[in-house]
């Protein structure tokens, strides 16, 4: 099985920073795309970014120069980068990523999420 976990979520004044990790865990032969999807309160879940496997990132509008993701593939992490944070930043954070795993008797690449963290902007 294989879990993904983030952290570094919490409460920051407008303009302020934060960087979330998230780190894959469990029977793990390869990572492909990691994201980072946000959801605000009473709304849906949104891409926020994504980065593959060789490191092409990708940022979503609302965030561009102001949110940076990256990766480690030696340490199965992904990380989040906020900067200038404002109050429609807040929400909770998910990881997710393409790994390829043991599903059954076969290999394959299989979608996997984390539990969330919560990342709260406000004066």
């Known amino acids: 099985q294989v879990q993904l976990v983030e952290s570094g979520g919490g409460l920051v004044q407008p303009g302020g920073s934060l960087t979330l990790s998230c780190v894959a865990s469990g029977t793990i032969y390869n990572i492909g795309t990691m994201n980072w999807y946000r959801q605000p309160p009473g709304k849906s879940r949104d891409l926020v970014a994504k980065?593959?496997?060789?490191?092409?990132?990708t940022v979503e509008d609302s965030v561009q120069n102001r949110f940076t993701i990256s990766r480690d593939n030696g340490r199965n992490s992904v990380y989040l980068q906020m900067n200038d944070l404002k109050l429609e930043d807040t929400g909770v954070y998910y990881c997710?990523?393409?790994?390829?795993?043991?599903?059954?008797?076969?290999?394959?690449?299989?979608?996997?999420w984390g539990q969330g963290t919560q990342v709260t902007v406000s004066s």
């Open positions: 997710s990523a393409a790994v390829f795993t043991r599903v059954g008797s076969a290999n394959t690449y299989k979608d996997f």
């Open positions: 980065i593959t496997t060789s490191g092409r990132a």
